[in-house]
């Protein structure tokens, strides 16, 4: 499983994650967003839009996201969260770390203001 990424800006890159990030396919995440940092981007906004699993290996790739951008002021964002993905943000307290938007848009707005 791939995941779609697309370019917002220069700066800023949607992933659609699709149905799930866990163990299965965590490290075909790492893949597609190791190549948007290689490429200098620092803005990711995760769109959990359709997503129904999120496991804690799933999440450990989106904090190796975070730890690979985060030294040059890199931003995650979490964008139109779905329900089983938001238990996981409460259960883990991970909103402390990343910002959530309503949608992409907003989330992208918020990047780009």
């Known amino acids: ?5 697309e370019t917002a800006s220069s700066e800023t890159v949607i992933i659609h994650v699709g149905e799930a990030l866990d163990f299965r396919n965590a490290d075909d995440f790492k ?9 200098g981007v ?4 995760l769109d959990f839009s359709d997503t ?3 496991d804690s290996t799933g999440l450990g790739s989106i904090f190796s996201l975070y730890r690979a951008i985060s030294p040059d002021d890199g931003k995650v964002a979490f964008a139109d969260v779905s329900e089983p993905v938001q238990v996981v943000v409460q259960l883990t307290r991970t909103y402390k770390v ?3 938007f309503p949608s992409v848009d907003a989330a992208h707005e918020a ?3």
């Not at 893949?31 to 490429?39: G, I, L, N, P, S």
């Not at 620092?42 to 906004?45: T, W």
């Open 1 to 5: 499983m791939s995941f779609d990424a």
């Open 31 to 39: 893949e597609t967003f190791q190549e948007h940092v290689d490429d």
């Open 42 to 45: 620092r803005q990711f906004i």
């Open 52 to 54: 129904e699993v999120l």
């Open 98 to 100: 990343f910002r959530q």
């Open 111 to 113: 990047f780009s203001g």
